[in-house]
C-alpha cells in the first residue's frame, strides 16, 4: 500500500467512520429487504434533514472550540413562534420564517456575546439559553398545539423536486455551503486556529471575539432554518418538538470526528455520523427492534464507532503521538 | 474591571430583568389572549355551566396544581383551563410540571405544602413515591386531589380507567377494518413501554383487537407520545410495510404525528385510518375535517374536568357533599358524534 503513498494506519484513521457505516449499511441491508429501496433511501434523508442542517452550524461552533447545547430548545422556540406569527397574526409565511430566523440569530450572537465578553463557559451560557428559549416557547404556546397553517407553507417540508424532497436539498445545499465555507474561505480556517489555539490566533491577529459571535450567531440562524424544515414537515408547531435534537446533533457531529475540544473535524466526516444516526434509527424500526432494545444499540454503536475512529488515530501515532507516516 | 465590561454587565442586567418583567406580564394579563388559534377558538371557549363562575362567591384559595408534564397538551390544557376557572373564582393558581421526573414532584408538592397552598391538585408520576408528601400535606389541613391517578393520601380523586379506553381505541379500530377493508389489516401500534397506566391501555388495545378483528395483525410498534415522533414512525412504518392502513396510538399526539406521516408520504386515502386517545383539539379539528385521524377517545373537554376537580376541592374545603372516588367517562369520537360530542363539551372547532 506504501506505494501508493498511503498506509493502511493512515486509510483507518481517515475513513474509519466510513467503514462502520458501510458495516451498518451492509447488516441492514440483508437483514430487512425494504432497507435499500430507493423511497426508503430518501425517507431517512429527508428525515435526517433537520439535524444535518443544525450539525453544519454546530460544527463550526465546535471547530472554534465552544458547544451550544441550546439549539434543541431553540428549534422548539422557532416551531412555535413561527406558526404562532402565521396562524395568530395572519402573517405571511416568509415573513414569518424571516422573523424567526432574525430572533433567532440575535440570541446566538448574545450566547456568543455572553461566553466571550462575560467569559461564560459556552456549556453554561447555552444552558442558560436551552431553558430561556423553553420558556419563551411554552410561553407562547402554553403547552399546547398550534395548528392551522396554510398548505403552502407544508410544500418546505413534504414538497419534491423531481424525486428529491426539498429538505434534503435544503441539507444539502446547507452541508455544502460549510464545506466550503471550512475549507476554501480564510474565515473558515479561522475557525480551526481559534479552537486549536485561541491565544496563537489572537497573537496572530485574528479577532477571536469576533469570530466566536459569529459562529454562535450562525449556529443559531441555521438551527432557525432546521426548525422552520420541521415545523412544515410537522404542519403543527409544538413547544415539545426539539426536545433531545441538542444531543442528537452533537452526537452526529462528534461521530463525525469533530473534537470536542475543537480546532478538527472535516464536513465528510459530520455527513457520514448524519448518515449513521438516520441509518441506525430507520434499520432497528424496520426490524422492528424493541424500543428497550434500540437504545442500548445505539448507545453501543456509538461508543463502537468513536472508539474506532480513535483507536484508528492511535495506530497512526507513535508513543509520541506523532504520525507514523510522518 | 474595565468600564466596558461594567457597561456589558450593566446592559445585559437591563436586558435580562427587562426581558422577565415583559414575561411576567405576557404570563399574567396577555396569556389566554396570546394562545395559539387553533387550539385558542375551542380553549378560550366558556362550556356550558362555567357561567356559574362568574356568579360564584368569590374564593381567596391558594392552589397549587402540580403535573405530570405539561409538555404534553392534554396536561397543558388542563392546567390553563384550572387557571383560569380557579382565577375567576378568585384565587390564585400556581402550576408547576414535574417532567415525567418524580423526585421533581416530590419536591414540588413539599414546597407547595411550605407554601402553606389550600388545595393540591396532583397529576403524579409515580403515587407511590408520594406517600410521604400527600401524608404531610393531609396532616397539615391541605385538600389533596389525585387527578388521573389515585394518592397514597388524597382528600378526593379522578382517575382513567385506562383499559376501557384501549377497549374502546379498538373498537373504533376493528369497525373500520370491517367496513372498509375486509376484515383484515395491518396494524401499527404507537405505545409508551416506561409508563404502567399506558401498557395497561396498549394491552388492552391489542386484546381487544384480536378479539374483534382476529385476521388483522399488529405488525410493527414504536414508542410515541408527540407529534414528530408519530410522524418519524409513520414513515418508518410505510417502508416496512408499504400497504399498512390502520395505526392505534396510546395518545393523540403520536396520531397526529402519524396523520402527517401518512400526508407527507401521499398515503392518506380514504382506507387509512388512525385512533388515539385523549381528545385533543387539533385531532377533534382532524376528526371533523374527515382526515385520515378518524377517531379519538376523549375524557371530556378541559375546562369541564378543571372545573368538576376545583369545584370538589371547593365543597371539601368549604364542608358541601363531594365526591370522592370518580371516574373520567371515555367517549369515543369519530366522525358520526363529533358535532354532537363538541356541542356537549362547548368545543367550537373551524
Not at chain 1, 419534491?160 to 476554501?184: C, Q, R, S, T
Not at chain 1, 471575539?209 to 422552520?228: E, N
Not at chain 2, 403520536?254 to 407527507?264: P, V
Request: glycine share 10%.
Amino acid at each position: 500500500m506504501k506505494g501508493f503513498g498511503f498506509n493502511r494506519s493512515e486509510i483507518l484513521r481517515q475513513y474509519g467512520i466510513l467503514f462502520v457505516l458501510i458495516a451498518m449499511f451492509i447488516i441492514f441491508s440483508v437483514a430487512t429487504p425494504n432497507f435499500l429501496k430507493v423511497e426508503n433511501l430518501f425517507n431517512v434523508a429527508r428525515q435526517v434533514s433537520m439535524m444535518g442542517i443544525a450539525a453544519v452550524g454546530m460544527m463550526f461552533v465546535m471547530i472554534a472550540g465552544g458547544i451550544d447545547i441550546s439549539i434543541g430548545s431553540l428549534l422548539s422556540f422557532v416551531n412555535v413562534f413561527c406558526a404562532f406569527l402565521i396562524v395568530n397574526f395572519n402573517v405571511h409565511p416568509l415573513w414569518a420564517s424571516l422573523a424567526a430566523v432574525a430572533v433567532a440569530s440575535v440570541g446566538g450572537f448574545l450566547n456568543g456575546v455572553i461566553v466571550t465578553q462575560m467569559k461564560v463557559p459556552p456549556l453554561i451560557s447555552t444552558l442558560a439559553f436551552m431553558t430561556i428559549w423553553e420558556g419563551i416557547a411554552f410561553l407562547i404556546s402554553r403547552g399546547m398545539t398550534i395548528f392551522g397553517l396554510p398548505d403552502t407553507f407544508r410544500t418546505l417540508g413534504s414538497g419534491y423536486v423531481g424525486p428529491i424532497p426539498i429538505p434534503v436539498i435544503i441539507m444539502v445545499v446547507f452541508l455544502a455551503f460549510g464545506g466550503f465555507f471550512l475549507n476554501k474561505t480564510y474565515i473558515g480556517r479561522y475557525f480551526y486556529a481559534v479552537g486549536g489555539n485561541e491565544e496563537a490566533a489572537g497573537l496572530s491577529g485574528i479577532h477571536v471575539r469576533k469570530l466566536k459571535w459569529l459562529v454562535y450567531t450562525l449556529c443559531a440562524a441555521f438551527t432557525a432554518v432546521a426548525g422552520l424544515v420541521m415545523l412544515a414537515r410537522l404542519n403543527a408547531g409544538a413547544a415539545t418538538t426539539g426536545k433531545g435534537f441538542e444531543f442528537q446533533v452533537i452526537t452526529a457531529v462528534v461521530l463525525g470526528g469533530v473534537s470536542i475540544a475543537g480546532g478538527t473535524g472535516r464536513m465528510f466526516g459530520v455527513i457520514i455520523g448524519i448518515l449513521i444516526m438516520g441509518f441506525l434509527s430507520n434499520g432497528m424500526v424496520l426490524l422492528d427492534v424493541s424500543e428497550y432494545v434500540q437504545r442500548i444499540i445505539q448507545g453501543v454503536v456509538l461508543v463502537l464507532a468513536v472508539g474506532f475512529d480513535c483507536l484508528s488515530k492511535d495506530i497512526g501515532m507513535d508513543k509520541k503521538g506523532v504520525l507514523k507516516s510522518e | 474591571m474595565t468600564q466596558k465590561k461594567r457597561m456589558l454587565c450593566l446592559i445585559v442586567s437591563v436586558v435580562l430583568i427587562a426581558s422577565m418583567t415583559l414575561m411576567a406580564g405576557c404570563n399574567s394579563s396577555g396569556g389566554s389572549s396570546a394562545a395559539p388559534a387553533g387550539s385558542s377558538a375551542a380553549a378560550t371557549e366558556e362550556p356550558a355551566g362555567s357561567s356559574a363562575a362568574a356568579d360564584a362567591v368569590a374564593r381567596d384559595y391558594d392552589i397549587g396544581v402540580a403535573f405530570y408534564d405539561l409538555n404534553d397538551p392534554f396536561w397543558a390544557e388542563t392546567a390553563n383551563c384550572m387557571k383560569e376557572y380557579g382565577e375567576e373564582n378568585g384565587c390564585t393558581v400556581t402550576i408547576v410540571s414535574a417532567e415525567i421526573n418524580a423526585a421533581k414532584q416530590v419536591q414540588q408538592v413539599e414546597d407547595f405544602i411550605s407554601k402553606d397552598v389550600d388545595i393540591l391538585v396532583i397529576g403524579a408520576v409515580d403515587p407511590a413515591t408520594l406517600e410521604e408528601a400527600t401524608k404531610k400535606a393531609m396532616d397539615a389541613g391541605i385538600i389533596v386531589y389525585g387527578y388521573c391517578f389515585a394518592l397514597p393520601y388524597e382528600t378526593a380523586e379522578i382517575i382513567v380507567d385506562d383499559a376501557d379506553m384501549g377497549a374502546k381505541v379498538a373498537e373504533m379500530a376493528a369497525d373500520f377494518i370491517d367496513k372498509n377493508l375486509g376484515g383484515k389489516a395491518q396494524i401499527g401500534m404507537f405505545n409508551l413501554p416506561l409508563y404502567p397506566s399506558i401498557v395497561i391501555r396498549e394491552e388492552a388495545i391489542r386484546e381487544k383487537m384480536a378479539e374483534l378483528s382476529p385476521e388483522s395483525e399488529f405488525v410493527m410498534t414504536a414508542e410515541s407520545a408527540t407529534i414528530e415522533t408519530g410522524m418519524t414512525a409513520a414513515e418508518n412504518f410505510l417502508q416496512a410495510y408499504p400497504d399498512m392502513k390502520v395505526i392505534t396510538s396510546i395518545g393523540d399526539g403520536g396520531a397526529y404525528g402519524a396523520m402527517q406521516g401518512f400526508e407527507n408520504a401521499g398515503k392518506a386515502g380514504d382506507d387509512v385510518a388512525i385512533y388515539g386517545t385523549g381528545g385533543n383539539i387539533e385531532n377533534l379539528q382532524a376528526i371533523k375535517d374527515g382526515k385520515v385521524v378518524r377517531g379519538t377517545v376523549a375524557l371530556g373537554y378541559a375546562m369541564q374536568r378543571a372545573q368538576a376537580v376545583l369545584d370538589t376541592c371547593f365543597a371539601a374545603i368549604e364542608g358541601g357533599e363531594y365526591e370522592k372516588m370518580a371516574t373520567f367517562t371515555n367517549t369515543s369520537v369519530t366522525i358520526d358524534n363529533i358535532d354532537q360530542y363538541c356541542a356537549d363539551a362547548g368545543i367550537t372547532l373551524e
